[in-house]
């Protein structure tokens, strides 16, 4: 008998019947361990949101025993429900063999004024952001944590969040179906920051929730089939690299089959198998206008990534020439952090020098705004050492929107701790043309066929990392055992931190220099896949 929770509502088709069909395979699967400490921090979260909100208030609450085994939380909550607990903590509703469905929501709030219950879930990711005071066409429901009164929020903004609203749509349909859902067709979320509960209107959402339900249910009942296409899951899905029952992996099936997923992932791969092009050679094959609902990006680039893929090309250079800015004094810039705690190392290369500035402290801790502050005060000396010796400055990053969040947190957290700067002062130095992000420079002026990350594209400059799982996920487990989470600090891991570290600031630096020196040389144009053009540079079939 197949069962479906929400989680299942958002994410690939074919991942959902693969994992029906081989349970036993998955059930081997060591869980990665990036995977596992978000799924931690998540229960971390709903701890403390649990403890908070039933100290408030003790005698409203009934709180379900997480060590109950599945039947008897599911009674206990209908137990509760029938006998009109204020607020619920840890329902499990009961399965529904006919439809399915399975689910629980961590808080059930009794709608005093309306009869049953809203369902509202706790999230380990922002719901909302903080709205600056300026004009808006719409502003979003919330509610206070401890009394239940929804009203328009001119403070925040909504991030959208399509897996919080299918889940909640999942928990209203499973309380309808004991006429215990609140006609005021809500929901609730409670996110990362727990400061107010973000209000969502299910009345639209119901419709699209019952048709994907509808879908995923017979998915993994076998009625429907499925086949892969390549999307961002893919990198952290165990069934991109292992087959089942003699088939290959998802990747083997989609080189073989040379699905245009390869090089047009996600819903671009969508449109394109509307206009009837199923493989990479299809694309590259391309004549005439674009499709007419085609919205992602310059169609001719997109042509151009299939007939390199087919060539071996791993960049095309959009322009005759190459670019980047460059300084008399120049320094890398790569941070380490860790979920939303913090970050823990600032690395810095200048002159072939590395140094780095962290703490070992476990996240949060104040320590942070100590080597905050000493990577700052270091980096802005260096900056003003050149201005007065008459030198031009560049700080370099690869994709800055990790440093730029952390700059601004951390000047945020740590204001007025020695070395730490004003927020005004971040944003004049990351609004300057001083801090330059080599991603930019890489997407503003190549093609990437296989991906624009840095561990992409700094091995075509001829770099490569000493760490063969080096990556921001294994790091996480790295830096658990570094400072000791689960037992006593590794010391080896933090030398593993450290080089791993180094190896980010390296890289920029060299494919900065590949980029002002080699790449023109080395890396084909646009007009070597032009027109016509369906193998490598010059023509030929390249197959």
Known sequence: MAFLDARSLIGCRHRLHLDAEHPGIIAEVREDPGVQQRREAATAHRTRVRDELVAAAPADWVVIDPQLRAGEKAAATMAAIEAGAPRIWGGLLPQEPDTGRRGGAEFLLRDDDRGGYIPIIVVNHKVTDPRRPDPADFHPLTSDLFRWQPRRDKHVKLRPQPRDQQRLAHLYRMLQRHGMASPALVGGAIGLAFDRILVH???????????????????????????????????????????????????????????????????????????????????????????????????????????????????????????????????????????????????????????????????????????FGEFWTWLMQVRADAHAAGKTFAAYCYSRTAEDKWLYESARRFAGKPGVPTHEQVRAFVDSPEWVDMFQAVTDQFICPNGKGLKKIAPVAGFGWRDPEAGGEASMGWYRRAVGYDADPDLSQRTRLFEYNEDDVRATQVLREWMTQRAVDEVPSLTDFGRGATGGPGGGSGA
């Open 201 to 371: 209107d299910l009345t639209n959402v119901l419709a699209d929730y019952d048709q994907r339900y509808a879908d995923r249910i017979a998915v993994v009942r076998g009625e429907l089939p499925t086949q892969p296409s390549k999307v961002p899951e893919c990198r952290q899905c165990p069934w991109w690299v292992r087959g089942a029952d003699g088939n290959p992996s998802c990747e083997g099936q989609l080189a073989l089959m040379r699905d245009v997923s390869l090089v047009a992932p996600g819903s671009r791969a969508e449109v394109l198998r509307v206009h009837g092009v199923q493989t990479v050679d299809e694309l590259a094959a391309w004549e005439g206008d674009e499709p007419d609902d085609w919205q992602h990006g310059p169609f001719s680039e997109t042509v151009v990534t299939a007939r390199a893929w087919i060539a071996g090309a791993p960049l095309v250079r959009r322009f005759d020439t190459v670019s980047v800015r460059r300084a008399d004094v120049e320094v890398d810039v790569d941070l380490e952090s860790y979920q939303e705690d913090g970050a823990y190392l600032w690395g810095t290369l200048l002159d072939g020098v590395y140094r780095p500035f962290v703490t070992w402290d476990p996240l949060p801790t104040e320590d942070e705004g100590r080597s």
